[in-house]
Nanobody
């Protein structure tokens, strides 16, 4: 059974940093793209960042470009999201996911999802 478990969320002041981790179990995903999405209250889930299976290709939403960095460690079956210079508008539940294929920025291309971790940025 595939499981994705996120950790690292919490409450932080604006301008601060957090590092999210997502550990996958049940199978290896070294050939699949992985990504992070987020959903704020009253809003639809939106793409945040994606990384290819090798880690060599990444993509970011314009709203987080230059502040967030996605990376992965295939030996640990884990994907990370380093979030710097956080803003109140970054407040959301953050979800990690595994893509059906190599790389995608569309939620429809992701088959496995974690339960989410709350990130709250105070002003």
């Amino acid at each position: 059974q595939v499981q994705l478990v996120e950790s690292g969320g919490g409450l932080v002041q604006a301008g601060g940093s957090l590092r999210l981790s997502c550990a996958a179990s049940g199978r290896t995903f070294s050939n699949n793209g992985m990504g992070w999405f987020r959903q704020a209250p009253g809003k639809e889930r939106e793409f945040v960042a994606a990384v290819s299976w090798s880690g060599g290709r990444t993509s970011y939403a314009d709203s987080v470009k230059g502040r967030f960095t996605i990376s992965r460690d295939n030996a640990k079956n884990t994907v990370y999201l380093q979030m710097n210079t956080l803003k109140p508008e970054d407040t959301a539940v953050y979800y990690c996911a595994v893509a059906r294929n190599g790389f995608s920025t569309s939620a429809a291309s992701y088959d496995y999802w974690g339960q989410g971790t709350q990130v709250t940025v105070s002003s």
